[in-house]
């Protein structure tokens, strides 16, 4: 009588529907050469936020999944509540992997690795060329943010068409850029807001101008990106991250063009983006941590080819030397490696009611609700700084 061993089941969490492709196939190929692994996906949660916020409830009541991933930002988060376990034991082949100390420093705590990196993204510009050169702009395109606003008012003029659009996220991190891009803190050493100054001014006003200036319309962000893909918006500000499907959603529309993010002073950097794996269960952790090696080092290649993240392994990098010719809106992101900073983590147990508030307070000046952008920066400060610790 011939009996077939059971598999070992590794539930495995995500965030964001763009995924899907890629992790589909990395799971079809890390099934097929581990055939005693079956990988199980819950459903992707909507953003980095809910991913997050459902950790931390599924740690409550003990039914965390074998393998998460979340944005780097909230690695400092997870931890503290001891969801990620320490990773240090299992990462003898460092080397072999493809794994530098540079790739793990951001997610070290306390001198101990507690995540992967798995992909990494980086402010971009994304442009409608057909509509840039219909507006007349003879122009290489902004590198400021003076002239993204001089280009949108010509696009503007075009019947049916409007300039520009600013996507404010719920965790804030392009506003985090443009603090960052002026060589400005988020949060400051003491915890606190670090830009309550004439950055944060500049930064507030700025997002006010994309109303008062650039006319940008008063829509949600998938609405947005629904005009920008019909080719009836000019200008999308946002991550590197989206550009496969941006690609693919634009078809043939227009022509898409990819550009660094304006504006950035000399000594400023770009918050990185992307997310990390977590082991955040020691049920299975010999299959689970298989299965977070591979994603992280042989299937790391995939990244870039099925999304707009960059690989964040060193071999992978290598061997995308060809599909980097080939595809030059790609370069674009790693091209601002140079300028990359840690992404900013709100200390404490209320970061994703912080996030909010900036989220907040940034929504009122973007739509025009209020102007005076000196006060609206002074009231979120306030109120932010009462939930950090």
Known sequence: MCFLEAKTQIIVSYSYTWFNELHNKIKADFERENPDIEVKFTAPTQHYEEQTAKLLREKIVNKLPDVAF??????PTLQSKNIPQPLDSYLTDKEERGYTDKMLKPTTLNGKVYAIPFAASMPVAYYNMDLVKKAGWNKPLPKTWDEVFELANMINKLPGKQGAYFANLTHVWLQMALVMSQGGEFINKKGKIGFDNEIGEWVFK??????????MPNIKVPDALKSFYAGNLGMYFESSAGLTMMEKSVGKNFELKVSKWPSVKSGGQLPVGGSVVMLTSTKNAEAAMKYI???????????PQYTGYMTTNAKSLQELKSFYDK???YTVAPSQI???GIWPTFPGDNALKCAE?????SEQLLTGERTDYKNVLKEMTRDVNKLLP
Do not use: G
């Open 293 to 303: 090696k591979y994603v992280t080092s042989t299937a790391n290649k995939y990244v």
């Open 327 to 329: 595809n030059p809106n």
């Open 206 to 215: 700025l997002l006010s101008d994309f109303h008062t200036k650039a006319k």
């Open 357 to 361: 508030l900036v989220y907040t307070y």
């Open 338 to 340: 140079e300028i990359m």
């Open 70 to 75: 979340d944005s780097f930002n909230y690695l």
